[in-house]
């Protein structure tokens, strides 16, 4: 069974910062890909930033949500079984609890459906 446990959400102005850490627990954890959305009140959950697995060194690939390039990084540490999403130049409509997600498979994806595996969620509130 795996595991995956939030942490890092908070409250911030307009044009800040915050990173969201994920730490998984119960499975190869480089192997797979990772994902993280995010759900504001009364909307349904929307992909946000995912990174494949890694082999050998290769893999990594990452994949962003249009209104966040160039904003939110995703990244990876193997050796601490943790993913990361790095926010910056946070706007409003940013909003939302973020949810970390584990893919049953090694290649990105945005789909909702590929993931088998959800955190509980950490709250993201970006206010003035």
């Known amino acids: 069974q795996v595991q995956l446990v939030e942490s890092g959400g908070g409250l911030v102005q307009p044009g800040g910062s915050l990173r969201l850490s994920c730490a998984a627990s119960?499975?190869?954890?480089?192997?797979?890909?990772m994902g993280w959305f995010r759900q504001a009140p009364g909307k349904e959950r929307e992909f946000v930033a995912t990174?494949?697995?890694?082999?050998?060194?290769?893999?990594?690939?990452?994949y962003y949500l249009d209104s966040v390039k160039g904003r939110f990084t995703i990244t990876r540490d193997n050796a601490k079984n943790t993913v990361y999403l790095q926010m910056n130049s946070l706007k409003p409509e940013d909003t939302a609890v973020y949810y970390c997600?584990?893919?049953?498979?090694?290649?990105?994806?945005?789909?909702?459906?590929?993931?088998?595996?959800w955190g509980q969620g950490t709250q993201v509130t970006v206010s003035s």
């Open positions: 119960g499975r190869t954890f480089s192997s797979y890909a």
């Open positions: 990174i494949s697995g890694t082999v050998s060194g290769s893999g990594g690939s990452t």
């Open positions: 997600a584990a893919s049953r498979y090694y290649r990105s994806s945005n789909s909702v459906s590929d993931y088998g595996y």
